[in-house]
């Protein structure tokens, strides 16, 4: 019972697989897929692209790797290194190519994984019937839709410009109505105004020459003369200083001391 189980369940995975057509873009689901996919799914991940010749010769840009072809590594730090596939491991999606080894620190030599897409498929290995018929399916296949993307378009005929129609009388267009004209009003006489005669403008008297006018001469400045002082002024003035000498002399306030200062 327990056998029979497990043999269920792996193929309603393999089912469900198969079934799901609808792409993925959630990374985990991806991963998902990836790792717990079946034989047949792992099979076509493992391809990798024809070299241009081989494709030519076969009708086929790409194939699934297997033990025998001869590849050549497109990418990475072996790059431009060719050999022989000595085996193919689907559990790791990885090829091991014959003589690309590294030695381990014990002196062992092992071989280098790669992955079958940074490698170039450079002659295929035929010994199995199966993949011949693979070859030819796929070559009837791609061969159709070739020749349809080939086919040139048939040249355009210029397209025949058809006699021009009589065509018809144009119709006239209809007469527009005569509008009555409305009488006309009299116009005014225009009275013309006497032509004056324009004054000429006299002609311009030449400049008489200017005389130089002299300055006329300054007269002499008086000499200013003295008031004479008269004898009533004399004894007015000497009454003023004899009376300033006698007044008596305004009385000088006293200073206010420290203590006082500020009130008694």
Known sequence: MAKNRKRLKHNSVGVKIMQETKRVKNPR????????????????????????ELAASRGVKALPVRKGDTVRIMRGDSKGFEGKIQRVALNEYRIYIEGLTREKVDGTNIFLPVHPSKVQ???LNLDDGWRKDILARKKEIEKPEREEKQKAKPAQKPEEVPEKVAEAPKKAPPAKK??????????????????????????????APVKEAKAPAKKAAKPKTKAKKTAASKEATAKRAVAKKTAAKPRAKRGASEKTEGGR
């Open 29 to 52: 689901k991806q991963r998902k897929r990836l790792f717990n996919a079946p034989a047949h799914v792992r099979h076509k991940l493992m391809s990798a692209p024809l070299s241009n």
């Open 178 to 207: 005569a509008r009555a004209k409305k009488p006309a009003r009299p116009k005014k006489p225009t009275i013309k105004k006497e032509e004056v005669p324009k004054k000429e403008a006299p002609a311009k008297e030449e400049a």
């Open 121 to 123: 498929i450079r002659n």
